[in-house]
């Protein structure tokens, strides 16, 4: 018998297990249940199949729940919603969504998170405003505010003010001061001309308008709340202040000064947190344009009445809309509106309105700086007190240095004569007394010979 080719028969037996293996699969299925089966299975290119697929596993059994149930989002945070009217709505979203919603740009939303928690900032865009001050994060817009972490201890008091403060205006606005709105409603439409453009509003009108627009209504309640903290925070500290400082002039000890080091820690970090605030609003009234682009009222107001313009609206058609456009602006917006369009240049309400709070702001720092002196000045007495101490026991060292001295003399001469060295002393009766008091007299006097010396030269107080 020849040898036989091994790879022949490897070959041979492996295709006779694949036929074995697609003979045993196919066993017991029909042609007919084979194309029904091929025919009902979904197609990869289907997104409802494939999603169908997903859901269910072998057999038409469903799949683990893990993959039915939609993933959670990521980075929603909790926020509060006010409207005008003070109407408030409590959600959770993400980032992007609340940038959508506001209209503002990512890197302004970055400003409300955690990495600058301890940054003042009230930036303005195009149709938003960021105010970051303090605990208060909030994104203001013409029409609504967004509230982020309204159910923090100290965001609260701003949400009550917020929502009372709102509440009471809109409904001064709908009952109480309905005759006035009526009266400056004719007196806005006599003013209107043929051609749609506004001519001065009378004394009288500009009285009832006398309000702020939304934007600056929720800026004032949040200045204010946080002037009102801050200052209450300056008061806590002058009271605490002042009594550990006089107890430390009266007893320097350790105790007191861990309380004054706390004090002065505690003073750094509020004269920060004013001084930033403070610097913020400072930068605003230093720049003109920046309080113009603050008037989120106004820019709509100018969008309105270009979309209007260029939508083809008749002249017929603005005096139904005066009331309500002269309602949403300020005084002085208000009675300038000209050629259809408002004063851009106007920014005397905000300027008022961040000055009168930066008074405040000016005022709580200066409170601070005098604490601050006061503990300057009690630093300054207490290190003189040392330093009296110090010298005190620099002179009582002294003193004992030029006793010792004496003393080292006596010391020597009895140690001279304590040699063992023939003397004519030792044979002397009766001497041993009269020398030790003479060698102790002659001590004496050589320390108050050097302690005069050293007064004379006034190395000892008198």
């Known amino acids: 018998m020849g040898k036989s080719n091994p790879f022949s028969f490897r070959r041979s037996n492996s295709g006779s297990t694949t036929r074995r293996r697609r003979t045993t699969k196919k066993a017991g299925e029909s042609p007919l249940l084979l194309s029904q089966q091929s025919a009902n299975m979904p197609s990869p290119s289907s997104p409802q199949n494939a999603g169908d697929v997903a859901t269910t596993g072998s057999g038409g059994k469903p799949m683990g729940a893990a993959l039915v149930k939609p993933k959670k989002k ?50 303005a865009r195009e149709k938003a405003m960021v105010v970051n001050l303090e605990y208060i994060k909030a994104i203001v817009t013409a029409e609504e505010v967004f509230l982020l972490d309204p159910l923090r201890q100290e965001v609260l008091p701003f949400v009550d003010q917020l ?22 409603l004719r007196d806005t439409e006599s003013n209107l001309s043929a051609s749609g453009r506004w001519l001065p509003v009378p004394e009288t009108a500009e009285g009832l308008q006398a309000e702020l627009p939304f934007e600056f209504q929720v800026l004032e309640i949040a200045l204010e709340v946080v002037c009102t903290y801050l200052d209450s925070s300056v008061a806590d500290l002058e009271r605490d202040a002042y009594p550990v400082l006089d107890e430390l002039a009266k007893n320097v000890s350790t105790k007191n000064l861990e309380r004054v080091r706390s004090l002065k820690s505690n003073l750094t970090r509020l004269l920060a947190r004013v001084q930033k605030v403070r610097d913020e609003l400072e930068h605003l009234l ?3 344009e920046d309080m113009t682009q603050l008037y989120l009222t106004r820019k709509w107001l100018q969008n309105q009445q270009s979309e209007a313009l260029l939508g083809g609206v008749g002249s017929n058609s603005f005096p139904n809309n005066g009331h309500h456009l002269r309602r949403l602006s300020s005084v002085k917006s208000g009675s300038m509106l000209t050629s259809g369009n408002l004063n851009d240049n106007d920014v005397e309400d905000l300027e008022m309105l961040l000055e009168a709070y930066f008074m405040q702001l000016d005022g709580t720092r200066n409170k601070i700086l005098s604490v601050r002196e006061y503990i300057d000045d009690t630093e300054d007495y207490v290190n003189i007190q040392l330093d009296n101490q110090r010298n005190e026991l620099i002179q009582l060292q002294l003193t004992l240095t030029i006793a010792s001295f004496a003393i080292a003399f006596e010391t020597l001469v009895a140690g001279l004569f304590g040699m063992n060295i023939p003397c004519r002393l030792y044979d002397i009766e009766g001497i041993f007394e009269p020398f030790v008091i003479g060698i102790t007299a002659a001590s004496l006097l050589l320390f108050l010979i050097v302690l005069g010396y050293a007064r004379w030269k006034k190395l000892l107080g008198s």
């Open 163 to 184: 929502r009372h403060q709102l509440s009471h205006k809109n409904h001064f606005n709908t009952s109480g001061n309905q005759g006035g709105r009526q009266l400056a």
């Open 74 to 123: 990521t980075g929603a945070r909790l926020w509060m919603r006010f409207d005008r009217s003070g109407e408030s709505e409590l959600f959770e979203c993400d980032k992007n969504t609340i940038i959508k919603r506001a209209g503002i740009p990512a890197r302004d939303l970055r400003i409300l998170g955690p990495i600058f928690s301890n940054s003042s900032n009230i930036l």
């Open 286 to 288: 230093d720049d003109d």
